[in-house]
C-alpha cells in the first residue's frame, strides 16, 4: 500500500439495472493534491464518487481512502472525508449557523465547539451577515457556499466536490475555486468531478477523463492537451492593413495550413513546437510589422476531449443521467 496515495480504486464496477454505469474505474490521487475527473453526464462521475463516500457498494473492485476500505471500513472512512454533491444537503428551514452547528453536533464536536467551528465557516465563506437568515432565502452561490462549508465542519482529510460549481455565474465559479485552493493549501486532498473544461485546467494537478464508465485518459492538464499534438501561434499585427502579409509570414513557420483569422484582425496558424514562435518575431521584425498581441499555447481541453471521445465535453446525448430518491435524500444523479 502506498501511504503516499490517499484515495485509490481498482476496478470499480456498478450495474443499475441493465445498465453499467462503471465498467473498471481506476483512480489514484496523491495525498495533498487535486484530481479532476472530467466527462460529459452519464459517464460515471457521481458513481464513483458515491462509491468511494460509502453511500454505494460496488459490484466489482475495490477502494481505499487513507488505507482505509471504503466497504469493510465505511464508518471509519466517514469520518475521514467530505462531500458535497450536485445537490445541496442543507435544511432549507434552519438558518446558515443553525445547519453548521448542527453537522458540527452530529460529528459530536460538542456545543462550544460546533458553534466555534460554524463562526469559523460562516466567515471564511463570506457568509456571517447572513447567518441567521433561513437557508431557503440565500441566492444560489450562498446555498454552495453553505453546502461546502457544511462538508467541512469536521476539518475532513479528503473532500469530494461533485461538480461544485453547477449552475454558478463565472464570478461565484471563481470564488470557489479559490476556496478549494486553499483547501489544497491547508493540506487536504480534493477530487473534483466536473464538466468545464477551464475548471479542471484551473485546478486539477491531474486529470483522469471517464466516458461511458470507462477511464480513456489520465494524465497532467499540459500532458493531456500533448495528446492533439502541437501547439497554435496567434499573432495581432498592430496595422490591420498588413494582414495579409502577417499571414504569409505565419504560414512559413506553421506545420502547413494556412493562417486563419480566428477573430477580427487576429491571426493563428498550428506549429510544431516552441522554435516557431522565436522564428516568428524575427520575420515579423525583419519585416517591419509590429503586433499588440503574439501567443503561443497548447490545445484547449475541449479538443482533448473532442479528440479522445468524438464530441465535446459538452454535449449530454451519450445518455440521460439516471434518477434515484432514497428516503431523506434529494434527487441522485446514478448513472453520471
Do not use: C
Amino acid at each position: 500500500m502506498n501511504t503516499d496515495l490517499v484515495i485509490e480504486a481498482e476496478g470499480l464496477v456498478k450495474h443499475f439495472g441493465e445498465t453499467t454505469a462503471l465498467q473498471g474505474v481506476d483512480l489514484v490521487v496523491p495525498r495533498g493534491t487535486v484530481l479532476g475527473v472530467l466527462g460529459p453526464n452519464g459517464a460515471g462521475k457521481t458513481t464513483t464518487v458515491r462509491i468511494l463516500s460509502t453511500l454505494l457498494t460496488p459490484d466489482a473492485g475495490h477502494a481505499r481512502i487513507a488505507g482505509l476500505d471504503v466497504v469493510r471500513d465505511a464508518e471509519k472512512v466517514r469520518h475521514r472525508i467530505g462531500l458535497t454533491g450536485q445537490y445541496a444537503s442543507v435544511d432549507e428551514d434552519l438558518t446558515g449557523r443553525q445547519n453548521l452547528v448542527l453537522f458540527g453536533t452530529l460529528l459530536e464536536l460538542g456545543r462550544a465547539g460546533a458553534r466555534a467551528r460554524a463562526d469559523e465557516l460562516l466567515e471564511w465563506f463570506d457568509l456571517t451577515d447572513a447567518a441567521d437568515r433561513p437557508a431557503k432565502t440565500y441566492s444560489g452561490g450562498m446555498r454552495r457556499r453553505l453546502d461546502l462549508a457544511a462538508s467541512l465542519v469536521g476539518r475532513p482529510e479528503v473532500i469530494f466536490l461533485d461538480e461544485p460549481t453547477t449552475g454558478l455565474d463565472p464570478a461565484k465559479r471563481e470564488a470557489m475555486w479559490d476556496v478549494v485552493r486553499s483547501l489544497v493549501a491547508d493540506g487536504s486532498t480534493v477530487l473534483l468531478t466536473t464538466q468545464y473544461l477551464e475548471e479542471a485546467d484551473a485546478l486539477a494537478d491531474e486529470i483522469t477523463v471517464v466516458d461511458h464508465g470507462r477511464v480513456i485518459a489520465h494524465d497532467t492538464p499540459d500532458g493531456l492537451k500533448r495528446v492533439v499534438g502541437g501547439q497554435t501561434l496567434e499573432v495581432r499585427p498592430a496595422d490591420a492593413a498588413r494582414l495579409a502579409e502577417t499571414a504569409q509570414i505565419l504560414s512559413q513557420v506553421s506545420t502547413g495550413a494556412p493562417a486563419d483569422e480566428i477573430r477580427k484582425g487576429m491571426l493563428a496558424v498550428p506549429v510544431a513546437d516552441d522554435e516557431a514562435l522565436a522564428a516568428t518575431v524575427a520575420r515579423l521584425g525583419a519585416a517591419g510589422i509590429a503586433v499588440t498581441e503574439l501567443s503561443l499555447h497548447l490545445p484547449s481541453l475541449d479538443e482533448v476531449f473532442f479528440t479522445l471521445t468524438g464530441r465535446p465535453a459538452s454535449d449530454e446525448t451519450s445518455g440521460s443521467p439516471t434518477t434515484a430518491r432514497t428516503p431523506g435524500s434529494t434527487d441522485q444523479e446514478v448513472a453520471a
